[in-house]
Nanobody, 112 residues
Framework: QVQLVESGGGSVQPGGSLRLSCTAS????????MNWVRQAPGKGFEWVSG????????SYRDSVKGRFTISRDNAKSTLYLQMNRLQSEDTAIYYC?????WGQGTQVTFSS
């Protein structure tokens, strides 16, 4: 059974940091490029970041460049997203995906 399980979301103050994790099972994680996609309240899905199979190349949407870092550990079948200097505009449910497989999402919200 294919599973992608995200964790690490929560409530954070503006300027804070969170590290999201996504653990894969049921498929060969190392053979898929992986991505983080988010959906803000009332909005559509928005691609955030991607990483190659080997983890040697990464890409980001402009609004998160310099603040977010994607990485992966193929030995642990785990994808990460380090998010720093979080802004209220980053409020969303974050999904990890190969675009063939999707996780259930983890929510990032802001506290005043």
């Amino acid at each position: 059974q294919v599973q992608l399980v995200e964790s690490g979301g929560g409530s954070v103050q503006p300027g804070g940091s969170l590290r999201l994790s996504c653990t894969a099972s049921g498929f060969d994680f190392s053979t898929y490029p992986m991505n983080w996609v988010r959906q803000a309240p009332g909005k559509g899905f928005e691609w955030v970041s991607g990483i190659t199979m080997a983890g040697d190349k990464t890409s980001y949407r402009d609004s998160v460049k310099g603040r977010f870092t994607i990485s992966r550990d193929n030995a642990k079948s785990t994808l990460y997203l380090q998010m720093n200097r979080l802004q209220s505009e980053d409020t969303a449910i974050y999904y990890c995906t190969s675009f063939h497989h999707w996780g259930q999402g983890t929510q990032v919200t802001f506290s005043s």
